[in-house]
């Protein structure tokens, strides 16, 4: 079983950046390709962002590309997600999520291959 613990979320004015992390445990993480999801309410959850068991690759929602960035430690047994130039459509709780893979370069994760979820973390970005 592996736990997920996110942080770093709060609000923050449009144009503006946050940094998410998501700690994990045991001493198995680098076996997981790590992703980001994020569900505003009413809404289904979407994906948006996700990293490679090595990180050497990394895969983005059209709707974030270009604005955030997904990367891990394997090391610390920690994933991030530095959002800049957030818009209020960026508003949502966001969530860390692990999929265990065999494939190293794998960047594979949907909602339905999902294997652990993190609480979930609020962000909010005001106009």
């Known amino acids: 079983q592996v736990q997920l613990v996110e942080s770093g979320g709060g609000l923050v004015q449009a144009g503006g950046s946050l940094r998410l992390s998501c700690v994990a445990s045991?001493?198995?993480?680098?076996?997981?390709?790590m992703g980001w999801f994020r569900q505003s309410p009413g809404k289904e959850r979407e994906f948006v962002a996700a990293?490679?068991?090595?990180?050497?690759?990394?895969n983005y929602a059209d709707s974030v590309k270009g604005r955030f960035s997904i990367s891990r430690d394997n090391a610390k047994n920690t994933v991030f997600l530095q959002m800049n130039s957030l818009k209020p459509e960026d508003t949502a709780v966001y969530y860390c999520?692990?999929?265990?893979?065999?494939?190293?370069?794998?960047?594979?994760?949907?909602?339905?291959?999902?294997?652990?979820w993190g609480q979930g973390t609020q962000v909010t970005v005001s106009s």
């Open positions: 999520a692990a999929r265990f893979t065999v494939d190293i370069v794998s960047v594979g994760i949907s909602v339905g291959s999902v294997d652990y």
């Open positions: 045991g001493r198995t993480f680098s076996r997981y390709v």
């Open positions: 990293i490679s068991r090595s990180a050497g690759r990394t």
